[in-house]
């Protein structure tokens, strides 16, 4: 995807990673520590990439007027655009790369997985993950637990519509917020 994007004359995919984080938050503003875990990006990788955003205009920092100690990252209208004009070649870098590559099932099998991985960073066991349900933003799969999939292939025309979904949900419009699954109970 760096190449992808680095081809288009694009923005680097850690400004990306970076600013769709931002572009998701409230008030498009995050603490740097927030920021880093969030782009899952070291304290000092995170200070730098901010750096370079604020040089090029794309987000700046802002003091926390409650505590001195730490600062904010805030997206700026260049830093928005630029993440739109870099979704279409992000989108499609993933289309190319993984889904294209991926029966509908294949998709919403490995959706219901990374979910469970985030659901486990947040404190819940691979046991108790509640199954990922609803449709994917990144995919336009419509998800469903795995284990009712698992004997049952798509009929031609069921496997069609769904990446006819993907592909329309993969459209040229403003890149997805920051897709989370469902939670654990």
Known sequence: MEADLRAAGQVPLSWYDVLLELNAAPDRKLRMSELGHRAVLSRTRVSRVVDELAAAGLAERQPDQADGRSSFAVLTDQGRDALRRAWPVYREAIRRHLTARLSADQCRELAA???????????????????????????????RPVNQAAGRGPSPSSHEQARKTRDEHLGDGDPPTRWRPASPR
């Open 113 to 143: 997985l990374l979910g469970q991985v985030i659901a486990g960073r947040r404190g819940g066991r691979a046991g108790q993950v509640r199954p990922v349900t609803g449709t994917h933003p990144a995919s336009g799969i419509s998800l």
